[in-house]
């Protein structure tokens, strides 16, 4: 198994792409941290299912307080040992179905993604730089559920701290990666058609989680079916 041994933070691992990430980094034999503010209930009993034998732990706090961050890390650290693999998943990708969020619901929800991204990057980066040895991989958005809204301060904030990270902890054998999905309300939308699934999402996390991508940092990766070549039609 690709990951065998190692172990990985896993945000926003309830549900939706970070419980579908959590489940293949652990098939791949990762140990696996699953940090939400919510149970990570439907997520564990998945992991046990796939894999009896998978190694676990659960956080549940406030993602955005240090102290719970910090603490969250440090236990995992007692648990496990070295941490090899961070997944920053507080990616505003909900679905609003009914009421439109305003605009202040977005701009909280983006708020939030870079405050936890920055708090967990920042946790969890001496212990990637003590062993000379870390994967970090940003989630963000292209779009948001709306059809013309766009996520563009959130995203470029957290393009701008992934390259940012990148930058500073290369020496160390450290990499900072993201990858930007199209929200999932605009799936069906793409102009390729084809159908986004928070599976997809999870392989891409994958690649930059494993050792093929030792040479790869400070990119943005889009999952998004074609929905950024629209504009070229």
Request: glycine fraction near 8%; charged fraction near 15%; include cysteine.
């Amino acid at each position: 198994m690709k990951l065998k041994g190692q172990t990985a933070i896993v945000t926003g691992a309830a549900n939706g792409i970070g419980a579908q990430t959590a489940l293949l980094l652990s098939q791949q034999g990762a140990n696996v941290v699953l940090i939400d503010s919510t149970s990570c209930a439907g997520t564990l009993q998945a992991i046990q299912s796939f894999r009896g034998k998978g190694v676990y732990l659960e956080c549940l706090g406030e993602i955005r307080d240090k102290e719970f961050v910090n603490a969250a890390i440090a236990r995992a650290s007692d648990m496990f040992g070295e941490l090899h693999i961070l997944v920053n998943n507080m990616c505003i990708c909900s679905i609003h179905n009914e009421t439109p969020p305003s605009i202040d619901q977005w701009e909280l929800e983006a708020d939030v993604n870079v405050q936890a991204t920055s708090l967990f990057i920042q946790g969890v980066s001496p212990y990637m730089v003590e062993q000379k040895y870390g994967r970090i991989i940003n989630i963000s958005s292209v779009s948001s559920c709306g059809k013309e809204r766009t996520f563009t301060t959130s995203k470029d904030a957290v393009s701008k701290l992934t390259k940012q990270t990148a930058k500073e902890l290369h020496e160390y054998g450290v990499t900072c990666n993201s990858v930007a999905p199209v929200a999932m309300a605009n799936l069906d939308e793409v102009t390729i058609h084809q159908t986004g699934t928070a599976a997809s999402i999870a392989e891409a996390v994958l690649y930059f989680a494993s050792s093929r991508s030792s040479y790869t940092t400070g990119q943005i990766l889009k999952v998004d079916g074609g929905f950024c070549i629209e504009s070229l039609n």
